[in-house]
């Protein structure tokens, strides 16, 4: 196993916890070794869903994941919004917290959209601040995610991988990799997937998303609706063997299988754990995911999970 990051274990291969599968996980216990859920789903409900999650919690280890930080907002951060986050990791014993690096809204308003940044130094002093100060509310690191994107702006300056390298070094927080959104992303601008790997902090990747997209022929969405596909687990096992293991979690928001199909989606993971790496960096011209007319946003499905 590999050695800790930031204290923090690798968990092994876990799933995100959704409602439709509650009443399976209590009735059979799966063999699954961890859950993620997302934060704002259970931070203000009670009822079922968190009478669920509370008896979840007492049999698995539970990671959060929030879409409302905010982190890049110009808006004052949200303290009564960190407070309720960090009641709720206490309850459920969280074993961290994570976010995205990415404006959710302004002015009050949350847009339920995980917006891009422009990557430059003004926005780096900014966001960096920010992130000292949620860490000390926290009294953790806190672990920030590298989103899909399908803009850039013209006044971007840093590269992505370069931004939250620094953010690491300056303010010791973590990153939950998404290898699906780098790949998405490489897609969208261009750009080899291979070498933004190359620029991960390693030692401060505590986490992995897996998830599928949608392919709609000029462009890339991450819509969490399907299987992943094979450049997107080529991608993985790079991270994989750069990190020397990390917990490692499979997304699936939209059309939802049945756990069993979920769970033996993120197994496949064991057999890229080895030490092979491909010889050839994958072509971005092969991309296998299959076109669909309506595409969903995954925050679309934010708001079901807590009825």
Avoid at 13 to 37: A, Y
Wanted: glycine residues 6%; contains cysteine.
């Amino acid at each position: 196993m590999a050695e800790a990051r930031l204290g923090y274990p690798n968990l092994g291969l876990g799933v995100g916890l959704r409602t439709v599968h509650f009443p399976h996980i209590l009735k059979h216990g799966p063999g699954v070794d961890w859950f993620e859920i997302i934060s704002e789903n259970f931070m203000d409900s009670g009822g079922r869903p968190r009478y669920t999650l509370d008896q979840i919690a007492e049999r698995y280890p539970i990671v959060m994941h929030g879409v409302s930080l905010s982190i890049g907002s110009t808006d004052p951060l949200d303290f009564e919004y960190l407070k309720k986050l960090k009641k709720l990791a206490e309850d459920v014993s969280a074993c961290w917290i994570s976010d995205h690096l990415c404006w959710t809204g302004v002015a009050g308003r949350n847009t339920h959209d995980l917006l891009p940044i422009p990557l430059n130094e003004s926005t780096f002093a900014h966001v960096r601040e920010r992130m000292r100060v949620v860490q000390d509310y926290l009294q953790q690191p806190l672990l920030l995610e590298n989103p899909s994107s399908y803009v850039t702006f013209a006044d971007s300056t840093i590269p992505e991988w370069e931004f939250l390298g620094r953010l690491v070094e300056e303010t010791q927080c973590g990153l939950l990799l998404d290898v699906n959104n780098i790949y998405v992303s490489s897609v969208n601008h261009d750009f080899d997937p291979y070498e933004y790997l190359e620029h991960v902090p390693f030692e401060s990747v505590v986490q992995c998303h897996l998830a599928g997209h949608t392919n709609c022929s000029t462009h890339l969405i991450d819509t969490h609706d399907s299987e992943v596909i094979d450049r997107v687990w080529e991608l993985y096992r790079v991270a994989h063997q750069r990190t020397g293991g990390i917990a490692t979690l499979l997304e699936w928001d939209a059309n939802i299988p049945p756990f069993e199909v979920v769970h033996a989606e993120v197994l496949k993971a064991k057999q890229y754990m080895g030490s092979h790496l491909p010889e050839t960096k994958s072509s971005e011209s092969d991309r296998s995911a299959t076109q669909k007319s309506a595409v969903p946003h995954p925050l679309h499905y934010v708001a079901p999970e807590v009825q």
